[in-house]
């Protein structure tokens, strides 16, 4: 529905010329306004400054500090344990073609669609809904989504550290079977038949499974028992919970320099891992088996859409989290190039990590005398218990076992810090006379973080992580991603979107990005998203298949954000715009509100004499087609 009267006749007339004209003169008259303002109150001149001051939003020190921000948000778990294996499960290196398709066709596209609009703006993920007033939902359940990401998250990083400790030993407590958490079924891998265990025919365990399981979750035997607290879960997740406050709580200033230690040296320990494992015997097996091409896969629909899940798990769309990063850019930051960079260094980062995890398998698979894909497993699985066993084999196996755990715990942690910043700034944003108590404000929000952590450090939270891992993200990512690409694609428009960016970065946007964002990517999640709710399988974990109560739960816990979409729309019509008519209470939805823009006045004048100067035929087309007189 135009929200300006954009037509192809009496273009030069249209209320959006109208409005930017009446804005302009506005602002031409206020040095006056300020002449006059002078002879004020001395006092009340400096309540204004220091009001002013609240108000004003903190920008990034340097350039540097918001890619490598970028860098230690998008570089993750999700790298180090879920691309090798999703990688080498689905055709190794013809899995390549599909991945880094959907990278193109999907990932950087919306990976640079949040972070320039949220630098165009300089708004969180609920006030950049100004250019939209009625899908403030989706800001609503990013939000939401963020939050329970972050309790989800939290409890998979405090395992390395529960590993970490362990490690400071002359001997890994996994090496061997005369613990005290161990059982009869505990068996060395050279003593085990791979085959029949991955079957389950033998009932055998490994050192590092029952260490895992029985020693740092000390797991309950189903999921409708949650057992009581495991205490080191619990004080391990409190101490990391009370790093987090303290590397966020001063804001980007310090957050920002601390990303270029904790975003660079997981690199330096993978290059150190990556050195190690290409000298063992059997590792070059190993690569093999990872990126051995089998073309046949790519016929396969679960393929691409495990694919373009992959690229979504470790890009951070969907969570407001690349659009706060964005807002702290100065407005004229030329940020396209690296909205490209950033998602291309992700994938070459994954594909990196591929090597130093099947390297090390194929270590071990050597030493216990069988094939790789018999020592491969999926998820926490690989990064818990058959990497660390495969490390026990190895000389010097504490020294390897505490850098791949301390790479894990950083590679995960700077995603957290940046995640709990996203739900700070959501606050501040919606309540800016709130920011001087950031600190307070940081605090509450880490508090109920990990309140939200408990859940999963009693015995069954591995069950519980593994049907909110399962349910939530993946549904609630593609929509609110689908959302954000109808608001600036078909409702406020790709012509006004791409305009916007080209007025603030000053270069042209090519129409690749303009078709993706109007048509490619919005199909893409479509199709993925269906693919996704008919290739939906029940929930378990070890081969236990979650009671249908606990199902329900799951579908519960992403519902419980995707919600917050529609529920809007109906407060919104309801309540939140006013009287008139539904008809117009819904044009005056879909329209941006007065406030959108630049922050800055400077900036959004220049934004409002560039729209005079640049009108559009239509908000949809971009603004190198038929572009007006």
């Not at 020190?61 to 998008?74: E, V």
Request: aromatic letters at 14%.
């Amino acid at each position: 529905m135009p929200c300006s009267g954009e037509t192809p006749s009496s273009l030069a007339q249209n209320e959006e010329e109208k409005q930017d004209l009446s804005e302009l003169e506005e602002t031409r008259v206020e040095p006056e306004l300020v002449e006059l303002g002078k002879n004020d109150n001395e006092e009340d001149r400096k309540e204004g400054e220091e009001e002013e001051k609240n108000k004003k939003r903190e920008l990034w020190t340097t350039k540097w500090d918001y890619l490598f921000s970028l860098i230690g948000l998008t570089i993750g778990l999700g790298n180090v344990w879920r691309f090798p294996f999703v990688c080498y499960k689905n055709g190794g290196g013809a899995f390549l073609i599909p991945y880094l398709s959907m990278l193109v066709m999907v990932g950087i596209p919306v990976y640079m669609l949040e972070t320039a609009t949220g630098q165009f703006s300089s708004s969180g993920c609920l006030t950049i809904y100004s250019v939209c007033p009625m899908f403030k939902g989706v800001g609503y359940s990013c939000s939401i989504l963020n939050y329970i990401f972050m309790m989800m998250y939290s409890i998979v990083i405090t395992y390395p550290i529960l590993f970490m400790w362990h490690s400071l030993s002359a001997e890994v407590p996994w090496t061997h079977c005369n613990n005290t958490w161990n059982t009869a079924n505990c068996t060395l891998a050279s003593s085990r038949n791979f085959s029949d265990e991955e079957e389950g025919a033998t009932g055998l365990l490994s050192p590092a499974d029952e260490f895992f399981h029985r020693n740092i979750l000390e797991m309950s035997e189903s999921v409708t028992v949650l057992g009581g607290f495991q205490w080191p879960l619990v004080t391990a997740a409190t101490l990391f919970w009370i790093m987090t406050f303290l590397c966020v709580f001063k804001g980007i200033k310090v957050l920002g320099k601390l990303m270029w230690f904790t975003a660079t040296f997981p690199y330096v320990i993978l290059v150190i891992l990556l050195i190690r494992g290409v000298t063992l015997p059997g590792a070059w097996n190993g690569i093999y088996y990872y990126l051995s091409p089998d073309l046949s896969k790519l016929l396969e629909l679960k393929v691409w859409a495990a694919a373009a899940a992959q690229i979504f798990y470790s890009l951070g769309p969907g969570y407001g989290v690349l659009i706060t990063l964005g807002s702290y850019n100065k407005f004229s930051n030329k940020c396209i190039k690296d909205a490209i960079n950033i998602p291309i260094l992700n994938c070459l980062t994954s594909i990196f990590a591929g090597f130093v995890v099947f390297a090390v398998l194929g270590f071990m698979a050597h030493r216990a005398g069988t094939t790789v894909d018999k020592v491969t497993a999926a998820g926490p699985s690989l990064a818990f218990i058959i990497y660390p066993e495969a490390l026990s084999l190895m000389p010097a196996a504490p020294v390897w076992s505490f850098l791949f755990f301390l790479t894990l715990f950083f590679v995960g942690s700077d995603s957290i810090f940046v995640h709990v910043e996203t739900a700070v700034l959501v606050i501040t944003d919606e309540l800016p006379q709130y920011r001087p108590k950031r600190g307070l404000i940081t605090a509450c929000v880490c508090l109920v973080s990990l309140a939200g952590t408990l859940l999963f450090c009693t015995r069954g939270g591995i069950y519980w992580l593994t049907l909110v891992d399962q349910f939530c993200a993946s549904y609630t990512i593609i929509l609110n991603c689908l959302c954000e690409l109808i608001v600036f694609g078909i409702i406020y428009g790709a012509g006004r979107t791409v305009r916007d960016l080209q007025m603030m970065t000053k270069t042209s946007i090519s129409y690749i990005w303009y078709f993706a964002w109007l048509v490619i990517s919005p199909l893409v999640l479509i199709v993925i998203s269906t693919n996704l709710f008919f290739g939906n399988v029940q929930a378990s974990y070890r081969g236990e298949i979650f009671p249908t109560w606990v199902q329900v739960i799951g579908w519960f816990t992403a519902i419980v954000s995707m919600q917050a979409i529609p529920s809007y729309v109906i407060y919104y019509l309801s309540r939140a715009s006013g009287g008139g008519s539904l008809r117009k209470k819904f044009k005056k939805g879909v329209c941006p509100a007065s406030n959108w823009g630049p922050a800055q006045e400077e900036n959004k004048t220049a934004w409002r004499q560039y729209r005079l100067e640049n009108p559009l035929r239509s908000r949809i087309l971009h603004p190198g087609i038929l572009r007006g007189n």
